[in-house]
């Protein structure tokens, strides 16, 4: 079946570790989304792609990194510069600005 | 200040019973508005979208409507089902990538 497909669901992580949660979608899309999400707060972009090998940032870039080798796969990792990364996480996809927008099922990562 | 609000925070209604949902936006100008659909700890999932020139869309038991004139939108829950807890998210697409997300109404159906 088509869709996108986060991984790992759940991650503990100690302060001062990166950590890269891993993203794939085989809907053939072009744009690409990582968002995070606060309780009480909408989601807020981290990263977006529009296309492979370029990717921008959003709102809340620093303490993250992305990376668009490929069209299926849009990594996100986590710095140890990130102040507060306890967070779940979400990976989206689209077939361009307007297009409908497809979520993963999230990752929840939790500082310990 | 976020460009989407969405009232209210909270509602709890029994099943079969209808509700509504509001949001209203500052975001101009925009591209289109759409609802989702989020169950806890799950992604989101779009009920409906609905460009500047539509008032309504509907997707089952769920309608959306917009007054692209007052800039409000409301989702409306017919006859809900235990299934329909979850939090429904109001976002509007501007005329970039940066999309306007609402904090979200959480809605509990008892039986």
């Known amino acids: 079946d088509g869709g996108i497909t986060q991984s790992p669901k759940y991650l503990f992580r100690k302060e001062g570790q990166n950590v890269t949660l891993s993203c794939e979608q085989n809907l053939n899309h072009d744009a690409m989304y990582w968002y995070r999400q606060d309780p009480g707060q909408g989601l807020r972009l981290i990263y977006y792609s529009q296309i492979v090998n370029d990717f921008q940032k959003g709102d809340i870039a620093e303490g993250y990194s992305v990376s668009r080798e490929k069209k299926e796969s849009f990594p996100l990792t986590v710095t140890s510069a990130q102040k507060n990364p306890t967070a779940f996480y979400l990976c989206?996809?689209?077939?361009?600005?307007?297009?409908?927008?497809?979520f993963g099922e999230g990752s929840r990562l939790t500082v310990l | 200040k976020n460009q989407v609000e969405q009232s209210p925070q909270s509602l709890i209604i029994l099943e079969g019973k209808n509700c509504t949902l509001q949001c209203n936006y500052t975001v101009s100008p925009f591209s289109n508005l759409r609802w989702y659909k989020q169950d806890t700890g799950r992604g989101p999932v779009s009920l409906t979208i609905m460009t500047f020139s539509e008032n309504t869309k509907s997707n089952g038991r769920y309608t959306a409507t917009l007054d692209a004139d007052t800039k409000q939108s409301s989702l409306h829950i017919t006859a809900s089902q235990l299934s329909d807890s979850a939090s429904y998210i109001c976002v509007v697409t501007p005329n970039d990538y940066k999309l306007s997300f609402g904090a979200g109404t959480t809605v509990t159906v008892r039986a």
């Open positions: 989206a996809s689209s077939t361009g600005r307007t297009g409908e927008l497809f």
